[in-house]
């Protein structure tokens, strides 16, 4: 029974958890999915997941929505497309390719994104996560953002509407562009992550956040405790960070200054990287339950480095990380042991 | 034809820096230049100069009852000039415009109302006002003699030009004189100062007229000739034992000789003779700030302020010290054979960490290398100041933002732009530091009589000789001025810094300057360069320092460089045109992405100019354009005799250094990448990657440096950087060390697993050691 229910996981994890729209909507005709969902619970009472099963990843399937939007010049049109190709690219290597969405160059218009998120509407169940990115140019007059695309642009309200259609209660919805900062209230839900590129509506020069968006969700990059999970938290703040250090580099006047507003950031998985894509079975769960433990332990010996000699800190770090390495074999055994189907 | 650009290149970088240190001899000094001014217009009144007596005898309270009496005088302009002799600035503003409402004709209210802005430090507002009066009456002489004044203040080349046109309509004016012998002295022509001089000396006694400014300028001359000023400041004390102005004079031109301690003495009696001097109080705080004396500093701006709260100077430099413990300031021991010398650096403390290893390396090869080659042992501390907002440094070296400076020196304090100040790619921080620090050996070994063209030009020439990016760059400019027939005599050419005459003439001096230590060089060899720099060890002129050592007139001198300058550039003098052509089409063919045509026309262009590696570089174009072909080798080719005349591009050298890795040239490959630490430090990608490599390389203690860097720049991220420093401190055998380093790692990122492995791996041979 095990051995079925991690070779389900299997299957969860590499395909079913970025669902595709067709299989989304045969859902509830598909045998495997209510026993993954069972797996999945047992394993969300684990405190191995502390970190992986708040995040994301841990249930429910991931959708992934991108619209590159008018760029105005050549050169805009072209990154505007690299980016968002890129991204969606990352998001297909996990999922369905229908599970992903990208709208551009002409197909991005103001219709092609309300029809595309009715779809995702439609599709979308209250414990999924969608991503939802937006990518080109915005606009602010005072009143009203606009997303500017081919034909007539969306309203910040517009767009608000349509979001708030979605089911799903796990949302991060990244607004890239210029002006968004005058979404970052409007947009904010009880479940949903808003990350804009600018703090407000007045910042309206063509932004930079996409570029360093992108490369934190789809590289190594921004994965500062290196756990091969980028979190919305750990991408906004490398996004942010290299937005400011290229503006420092060019010697030039910031003119954006990235948002992030919403709960939850840091457990909000947008990327899943090298172990992270891999499976987990019961008994790599327990490893990861007794991770977790030892991860509490760290930070508590953490938080006591100033009370703590520099001595004693340090022994009572080598402890706690000796075993968390020694633990991390193990689980790394564990798992290529499910890969390899033994 | 393409221009150079001030980017690019560590020529440009020796360009921008020419620039600054001409702004910063002009706004330096200015505070000290127009101290006691007097009014020797033959328009002003009876009345007024009845007490202007007292007061040019230092009879204050007379002074102050007999301005007093004038307040209500029914003429404006007298009781306007009543007001700012009694210091109510604001009122005699007030009383100019209303002069000048009165009257939309009035010349002499404009003049005057002009000269109070000049006070004021306002010059833009004063020029505007004497074109005015000049509008209204273009013959008035005095107007002129604002104007020119104004532009003199600024050190523009309209200066003299406007003043020797003044002197030709009326040569009986003192202030035309005065002026004509302070920008004589300023420009080191002490026998034409001397002349302007005794005509004034001729002018007041006939009109009647107070010789403070004379006294002050003769005793000026003595100290230029190194004879003791002491008779002239006594006479002039004599007649006015509270004339500050004599030392504040004094101090205006040891300042201009880069004298800062001899200024500061002067500075100090100008204040004692006259605490109401706020000028010299200003500059006595901005020459203490230059010293390194910041408590003092800050004492007498504050003075200076409040006595004068309308020079930006003075609230510039207030303003910087109120952030100066936004800086860390530390005391570092360098061992150069049998010598211990002390730097000290003062670097802002976000950016410390990354900074002071790389500028105490600089600092230590700098150090060897300058004092081997010219004979000098530093007396005393140098010290680094590197500001990260450029508005900060040209604060602390002219105490105006806004200006363009890269680097300056003062004796033995070196101030300049952090590279964070400038976008990447806009200048070689390395290669400003090493020319700045050519200065504190040339300067210092003289006692700061080294004329300014060959302390430019021997900066220059270390840039090109032995700096971080040795090779000679030589920018169109220069090149043009050659071809023009413009460059200046050697005798003259520190004109060429002081008063530009035609655009960019600054610049091409500083190029002229390096031009003639590289022929002194190559054609007498460099001892002759080192022994014309210690004929300055006592005062000579330039012309005499050629002749002792090389045998010969300046004339000759300045006969043989032209030749040796035009065969150096024989081939691109003839070829100009074509140059200018070629390089056209090879950017026109690489903007259309017609990769074989631009190499065609970048190859040609190359050829003719090598030593072109600034913005827009052939080298750089043919690099690209043969990489996009897929000629990787050649293109590799390319960007190697790019970087060997000089270039430092970091976009170019990081392509450079990755194509030599691939060709299996690693060893190569990391010196380009550690060469790229002295044009863009603040690079954590590169810092990893060099480390990565250096450590590959088993030179540990250089991969540790890099590591640490790259943790000081990486503090939302330090994993890596910990786990690099704890490999390379086992590597070097300190083991504690690389437990502590491998524990952070971890403890920033618990499942990092090289970490981990890492640390499993040290417990287990701890183990077996134990």
């Not at chain 2, 007298?78 to 004709?105: C, H, I, M, S, Y």
């Not at chain 2, 010059?123 to 104007?147: C, M, N, S, T, W």
């Not at chain 2, 020119?148 to 200066?159: I, M, P, S, V």
Request: aromatic share 8%.
């Amino acid at each position: 029974m095990e051995r079925v229910c991690s070779r389900r996981f299997e299957v969860g994890t590499r395909s079913t958890t970025r669902r595709s729209f067709a299989a989304v909507n045969r859902r509830s005709a598909a045998p495997g999915s209510a026993y993954i969902a069972t797996c999945s619970r047992r394993i969300a009472s684990l405190a191995a997941f502390l970190v992986l099963l708040a995040s994301s990843r841990g249930w429910g399937a991931e959708y992934t929505f991108i619209v590159a939007g008018l760029g105005g010049e050549p050169q805009y049109e072209a990154r505007f497309r690299e980016q968002a190709n890129a991204l969606a690219a990352f998001a297909r290597q996990s999922a369905d390719a229908d599970a992903v969405i990208v709208l551009s160059g002409p197909e991005a218009t103001r219709n092609a994104v309300r029809r595309a998120l009715t779809t995702l509407t439609q599709s979308v169940q209250a414990q999924d996560a969608v991503t939802i990115v937006l990518i080109g140019h915005g606009s602010f007059d005072g009143e009203d953002y606009r997303l500017n695309l081919p034909g007539p642009d969306p309203t910040g309200r517009e767009l608000a509407a349509w979001f708030d259609q979605l089911p799903s209660r796990r949302q991060l919805i990244v607004n890239a562009t210029s002006a968004s900062g005058a979404v970052a209230e409007d947009w904010k839900r009880k479940h949903r992550i808003v990350i804009t590129a600018t703090k407000s509506g007045g910042e309206r020069t063509a932004t930079r956040f996409a570029q360093h968006w992108t490369a934190a969700a789809t590289t190594t990059a921004a994965d500062v405790n290196k756990d091969d999970l980028v979190t919305a938290a750990e991408a906004f703040d490398y996004a942010r960070r290299q937005v400011e250090t290229a503006f420092k580099a060019d010697a030039a006047l910031a003119t954006e200054h990235a948002r992030l507003e919403g709960e939850n950031a840091s457990t909000f998985a947008v990327a899943g990287l090298g172990a992270a894509h891999a499976s987990a079975g019961p008994e790599t769960a327990g490893l990861l339950a007794q991770r977790g433990a030892l991860e509490l332990r760290l930070n508590e010996v953490k938080e006591r480095k100033t009370a703590l000699t520099e001595e004693a800190y340090y022994d009572e770090l080598e402890q706690v990380l000796v075993k968390l390495a020694l633990l991390q074999r193990r689980i790394d055994a564990s798992r290529t042991s499910i890969e390899g189907g033994g | 034809m393409r221009s150079m650009t001030p980017s690019g290149a560590s020529g440009a970088t020796l360009l921008s820096t020419a620039i600054a240190a001409c702004v910063l001899a002009t706004l330096a000094v200015f505070g000290a230049a127009h101290a006691g001014a007097i009014d020797y217009d033959p328009r002003r009144s009876a009345s007024l100069r009845v007490c202007d007596d007292h007061q040019q005898h230092g009879r204050i309270e007379q002074a102050r009852k007999c301005y007093s009496l004038l307040l209500t005088d029914s003429n404006l302009i007298t009781q306007a000039e009543a007001r700012w002799a009694l210091g109510d600035l604001r009122a005699a503003n007030e009383l100019f415009r209303r002069a000048v409402q009165d009257n939309d004709r009035a010349v002499q209210a404009r003049v005057r109302w002009g000269w109070l802005f000049v006070q004021t430090h306002q010059y833009a507002d004063a020029a505007e006002l004497f074109r005015q009066a000049l509008r209204i009456f273009p013959k008035d002489v005095h107007a002129k003699l604002g104007l020119a004044q104004t532009f003199a203040e600024r050190f523009e080349g309209q200066a003299k030009p406007l003043l020797e046109e003044v002197l030709r309509e009326n040569d009986e004016l003192p202030a035309a004189h005065v002026l004509a012998a302070r920008m004589a002295l300023e420009e080191g022509q002490l026998a034409a100062a001397e002349r302007a001089l005794d005509r004034a000396a001729q002018l007041t006694a006939q009109q009647k007229q107070p010789p403070l400014e004379i006294y002050a300028l003769r005793a000026a001359v003595e100290l230029s000739r190194e004879r003791s000023p002491h008779a002239w400041i006594q006479r002039a004390l004599d007649y006015n034992p509270r004339y500050g102005a004599v030392f504040a004079t004094l101090a205006h031109f040891e300042v201009m000789r880069r004298r800062y301690r001899e200024a500061t003495v002067l500075l100090r009696r100008a204040v004692e003779v006259q605490p109401d001097l706020w000028s010299a109080h200003a500059e006595l705080g901005a020459n203490l700030l230059r010293l390194g004396d910041v408590a003092e500093a800050r004492s007498h701006l504050a003075t200076a302020y409040s006595g004068d709260p309308y020079s930006p100077t003075t609230v510039n430099s207030l303003r910087l010290l109120d952030r100066i413990d936004e800086f860390e300031t530390t005391t570092a021991h360098v061992e150069i054979g049998a010598h211990v010398y002390q730097v000290k650096t003062r670097l802002h403390r976000d950016e410390a960490a990354v900074l002071r290893p790389y500028a105490l390396d600089l600092a230590q090869r700098g150090i060897d290398a300058f004092s081997k080659r010219y004979g000098f042992t530093l007396r005393e501390p140098m010290s680094l100041e590197l500001y990260p907002d450029h508005d900060d440094f040209a604060v602390r070296v002219a105490a105006l933002p806004g200006i363009g400076l890269l680097g300056v020196t003062f004796g033995y304090v070196i101030a300049m732009d952090s590279p964070s100040g400038r976008a990447v790619g806009d200048f070689h921080w390395g290669g400003t530091l090493w020319h700045e620090m050519a200065h504190v050996f040339t300067l210092e070994a003289t006692e700061h009589r080294v004329p300014r063209w060959l302390s430019e030009g021997i900066s220059v020439f270390e840039e090109w000789r032995t700096g971080p990016t040795p090779g000679v760059a030589v920018p169109p400019e220069a090149i043009m001025a050659l071809k023009e027939n413009r460059l200046l005599p050697v005798a003259a050419l520190d004109s060429g810094f002081i008063r530009p005459s035609y655009p960019n003439q600054v610049q091409v001096s500083y190029v002229q300057a390096g031009l003639l230590c590289l022929f002194i060089e190559e054609r007498f060899g460099f001892e002759h360069l080192a022994a014309l720099l210690r004929q300055f060890t006592r005062n000579v002129s330039t012309e005499q320092a050629v002749a002792n050592v090389f045998r010969m007139s300046s004339e000759e001198f300045d006969r043989q460089f032209d030749a040796y300058a035009r065969a150096r550039y024989q081939t691109l003098l003839a070829h100009m045109d074509e140059w200018d052509e070629q390089q056209e089409r090879a950017h026109e063919a690489a903007e259309k992405e017609q990769w074989a045509d631009a190499v065609e026309a970048a190859r040609r262009a190359a050829a003719l100019y090598p030593e072109h590696i600034g913005s827009g570089s052939p080298h750089l174009l043919l690099a690209h354009a043969l990489d996009k072909l897929g000629r990787r080798r050649e293109a590799l080719a390319a960007l190697e005799r790019y970087y060997t005349a000089g270039g430092w591009d970091p976009a170019a050298l990081r392509d450079l250094a990755h194509w030599l890795e691939e060709a299996g040239r690693p060893r190569e490959s990391i010196a380009v990448l550690a060469a790229l630490n002295y044009a863009d430090p603040l690079n954590p990608a590169q810092h990893e990657e060099l480390g990565e490599r250096l450590l590959s390389e088993a030179q540990n203690a250089a991969a540790l440096r890099e590591f640490q860097a790259l943790l000081a720049l990486s503090a939302q991220d330090p994993a890596a950087a910990y786990f690099g420093a704890a490999r390379a401190h086992r590597a070097l055998g300190d083991a504690a060390a690389s437990r502590r380093n491998v524990l952070d790692a971890l403890a920033a990122a618990p499942h990092f697993k090289p970490a981990q492995e890492f640390l499993l791996q040290m417990i287990e041979e701890r183990q077996n050691n134990e």
